[in-house]
């Protein structure tokens, strides 16, 4: 059974540049979640996708965007990086009611200089 | 807004003893809760999860319970090994977003 996988595993990026990461989700999820991981800190909840559309956004400026395909894979694209962007970010899955579980895939770490 | 706070931050114990992670939440209002299992740089491994009708959970040597009236809840992880030393994380679903504590870093020192 596949659980959840990311990509690229690193990034180095330059401010101001733009990026794409990449999620699949565990078989028989249809629902993709993205956190930001500073270092020390707990995750941040970015968005969550559900039925191709987001459901629901944390607290994250418009720089942050998303998508979900048909085969419920998912992307999250970040625009004008900042250095505060470095990051570690996580994609979880889960399917879309009760008891809402999530998994969560080994994260894409995010350097930005 | 749900705040969850881990207490305490870092933990350092010698193998063989029982320990107790904290985790509270300021809005009883959750679905569940679910205590999760990081290791440096890598992704969250998912322990327990407790919805929100239930009192506790347990898996192997863990044990988490949840009292969602005074917004708190336990993992108890029982004859501490040395490949438990990680950081331990809290999350709740509360409306439609998850919201973590900070975590906390567990050292077992063998």
């Known amino acids: 059974d596949a659980g959840v996988t990311q990509s690229p595993t690193h990034l180095i990026k330059t401010r101001g540049q733009q990026v794409t990461l990449r999620c699949s989700p565990k078989?028989?999820?249809?629902?993709v979640s993205w956190y930001q991981q500073a270092l020390g800190q707990g995750p941040q909840f970015i968005f969550q996708?559900?039925?191709?559309?987001?459901?629901q956004r944390g607290n994250f400026p418009d720089r942050f965007s998303g998508h979900q395909f048909p085969n419920y894979s998912s992307e999250l694209n970040v625009n004008a990086l900042l250095l505060g962007d470095s990051a570690l970010y996580l994609c979880?899955?889960?399917?879309?009611?009760?008891?809402?579980?999530?998994?969560f895939g080994p994260g894409t770490r995010l350097t930005v200089t | 807004k749900q705040e969850v706070t881990q207490i305490p931050a870092a933990l350092s114990v010698p193998e063989g003893e029982n320990l107790v992670l904290n985790c509270s939440f300021t809005?009883?209002?959750?679905?569940?809760l679910q205590w999760f299992r990081q290791d440096p740089g890598k992704g969250l491994t998912s322990l327990l999860l407790?919805?929100?009708?239930?009192r506790e959970q347990t898996s192997g040597r863990l044990n988490a319970s949840l009292d969602k009236s005074s917004g708190r809840s336990t993992l108890y992880i029982a004859a501490s090994q040395p490949g438990d030393s990680a950081t331990y994380l809290c999350?709740?679903?509360?409306?439609?977003?998850?919201?973590f504590g900070t975590g906390t870093s567990l050292t077992v020192i063998p």
């Open positions: 809005d009883s209002a959750i679905y569940n």
């Open positions: 979880a899955s889960s399917l879309p009611g009760a008891p809402y579980e999530q998994y």
């Open positions: 407790i919805q929100s009708s239930q």
């Open positions: 078989s028989g999820h249809d629902t």
């Open positions: 999350a709740v679903k509360s409306g439609n977003q998850f919201y």
């Open positions: 996708y559900y039925e191709e559309e987001e459901r």
